[in-house]
């Protein structure tokens, strides 16, 4: 869909015609639920965000001025709501595992309690299991970055503008989600069949 | 080994395809010399390919889902006013017949006109004349008003009134209330209902929240040059007029009357209806201001009580 053609439909939702609207839910809707489905881990409450943020978007919409495309708008309005989510949930168990963050203080890794799908117990099955736990585990804000750049496939460029960031942020946020991820994958097991002990060692020292 | 921290913004820029060619040349060569960068790339992009593959398809039904919740709350929104009444068989006419008559439609008693959820008065204003619609208590000031109003029809059978909003369930009995027959003086009493011209009307139904103060005032305007202006009742003069005088207790520690009907109650003041003699007790050992005498003839008298 062009900008031309978002515009085009918006103004027309915007005088009255209502059922345009579905053109950019069906448009946006793969996107916006894989990023929930991503930050919160479960698929009803991925659900319920997504209804919620095409929703938040049709109401809002006379706000939306067109600077930024439709996409990065609604991106936006998805993970705002993700993270308000988050900031609710409260049944959490940590476990001390440590990370880097921003300010390069180290800090407590918290894991999620999550009950594994009954999927077949092969490795790519349990690579995918840890590394969607390995997700959850990361805080907020690197999950943000990391979910919009591999889930989404948004640019530095596009990911900077939906959540308001400089670019040099995304790509550290970006980095450290990564290591993070590397971390607790290494912890869990020898998923990625690779020796990383020392690196693990030197990414708490810097 | 510090020396590779540069090398890890590279590795990340490399993963995401972001890698410039001369950057990518430095990378290479630092990698066949640095296991542990060799295998942090590698770790990289295992995490990125496994993450991007796991894009799922959204459910059935999300996109129904969110259609038919959205068409549920602008139903809701989309509060109607009823115009009740029966008019003359055209708009000019109705126009010409108040001018004729130089009047603005009082309004007998705040009780009936209470059942209805507004009170439409047409008020000839040069050169544009102007429909003012009067909420009653029975409507809900903070809903955007969506008028639309219908014609009597050339051989006076009287078209259905509009849907009626949440909050009255009831239907009204319709009083006929202007004679037919353009151009005749009539002292009109009762409620100042009456059905115009649709055309005259534009619709609007947006969806607004009703998160702000309720207002006094909406303003529509319509493709015949005729203002809609909706305001509260307490507001209207053809309203005041039905009574006997409108006076004001600016006396702000007098405290609320009670035993009198309070007509409206905002922030800063409350109308009460109070007998006639009530009032020419107040005017003796209470400090009413702003008197403005209107209907010798009626009952009662509306006192407005400041508060705050």
């Known amino acids: 869909m062009t900008r031309e053609t978002e515009m085009q439909i918006i103004k027309r939702v915007l005088d009255g015609h209502i059922d345009e609207f579905e053109a950019l839910v069906h448009e946006n809707q793969k996107k916006i639920y894989n990023l929930a489905l991503k930050m919160v881990g479960n698929r009803e409450d991925a659900w319920d965000i997504s209804q919620e943020t095409f929703i938040k978007a049709f109401k809002a919409l006379k706000s939306f001025r067109g600077d930024s495309s439709f996409g990065v708008w609604i991106y936006r309005l998805a993970t705002n709501l993700c993270i308000d989510f988050l900031r609710k949930e409260k049944k959490r168990k940590t476990f001390p595992l440590a990370y880097i963050n921003d300010e390069k203080e180290e800090k407590e890794l918290e894991i999620p309690d999550v009950s594994m799908e009954p999927e077949a117990l092969c490795e790519q099955a349990e690579l995918k299991q840890a590394i969607s736990e390995g997700l959850k585990a990361l805080p907020e804000d690197h999950r943000q970055v990391l979910v919009l750049r591999e889930i989404n496939g948004l640019s530095y460029a596009e990911i900077s503008q939906v959540l308001n960031l400089e670019i040099g942020t995304v790509k550290s946020r970006i980095f450290r989600a990564r290591s993070n991820l590397a971390k607790y994958l290494n912890s869990k097991g020898n998923f990625l069949n690779k020796k990383t002990s020392k690196t693990t060692k030197e990414g708490r020292d810097r | ?308």
């Open chain 2, 1 to 308: 080994m510090t020396g590779c921290k540069k090398y890890h913004e590279l590795i990340n820029l490399a993963v995401d395809g972001e890698i410039s060619a001369h950057d990518e040349k430095q990378l290479n060569a630092h990698l066949l010399a640095c296991p542990e960068c060799s295998s942090l790339l590698d770790v990289f992009k295992r995490i990125s390919a496994e993450l991007s593959d796991m894009q799922v398809e959204p459910p059935q039904g999300l996109v129904s889902g969110v259609m038919r919740e959205i068409r549920r709350q602008t139903k809701r929104k989309g509060n109607r006013l009823a115009v009740f009444g029966r008019v003359a068989a055209s708009f000019a006419a109705v126009v010409i017949m108040v001018i004729a008559a130089n009047r603005v439609l009082p309004i007998k008693d705040m009780q009936e006109a209470a059942g209805y959820n507004a009170v439409v008065v047409l008020n000839k204003v040069d050169p544009h004349p102007r429909l003012e619609v009067f909420n009653t208590p029975a409507f809900n000031y903070a809903e955007k008003i969506d008028i639309d109003v219908k014609k009597e029809t050339d051989d006076g059978a009287l078209e259905e009134s509009i849907p009626i909003p949440e909050q009255r369930k009831e239907e009204e009995e319709v009083p006929p209330v202007i004679p037919e027959g353009a151009g005749q003086e009539h002292d009109v009493e009762g409620i100042g209902n009456m059905k115009v011209d649709e055309a005259a009307v534009s619709t609007t139904s947006q969806i607004t929240e009703p998160t702000e103060t309720p207002k006094s005032s909406y303003s529509s305007s319509s493709k015949f040059g005729i203002d809609l202006r909706a305001k509260d009742i307490w507001a209207a003069n053809s309203f005041s007029k039905a009574y006997y005088c409108v006076a004001v207790i600016n006396d702000t520690s007098a405290g609320e009357l009670s035993g009198y009907e309070q007509l409206s109650k905002s922030d800063s003041e409350i109308y009460y209806k109070v007998p006639v003699e009530i009032i020419e007790e107040f005017q003796r050992n209470k400090s009413l201001t702003e008197i403005m005498y209107n209907n010798n003839k009626a009952e009662y008298g509306i006192v407005i009580m400041k508060i705050n």
